[in-house]
């Protein structure tokens, strides 16, 4: 079971932290597992929710214990709560979450705009 103790990031080992994840996600392994995951899963949110975000979130955490954070999904989440204080405050962690996201969230249809008769 994880710690209690939430782990105090400094802006600067919040974005060294989010840099390995998304290197990790590129590494060779994992990005085919993630690519497979993604074609499993098409642009269906469900599928994605259940083939790709699980993957995102293992990979994550193998990530974040070097940080301090334990390996349990709480620690996910008090990791991601961690990203949201400075998103806010740092653009560079702002696009990095973007980034971090994007991995597992399906793109956006776009929608063309409504036709005046």
């Not at 949110?45 to 954070?69: A, D, R, W």
Request: hydrophobic residues 35%; glycine residues 4%.
């Amino acid at each position: 079971m994880s710690q209690n103790i939430q782990p105090t990031l400094s802006l600067a080992d919040t974005r060294a932290a989010l840099t390995d994840i998304l290197d990790a996600l590129m590494a060779p392994n994992n990005k085919e597992r993630l690519d497979e995951a993604r074609k499993v899963a098409g642009n269906d949110m469900m599928k994605m929710m259940h083939h790709v975000f699980p993957l995102v979130t293992k990979i994550q955490q193998e990530v974040i214990t070097k940080y301090g954070f334990g390996s349990e999904g709480e620690d996910a989440i008090k990791f991601v709560q961690t990203v949201r204080r400075y998103e806010s405050q740092d653009p560079e962690i702002a696009q990095l979450s973007k980034r971090l996201k994007s991995s597992f969230l399906p793109p956006h249809p776009t929608m063309a705009p409504p036709q005046t008769p």
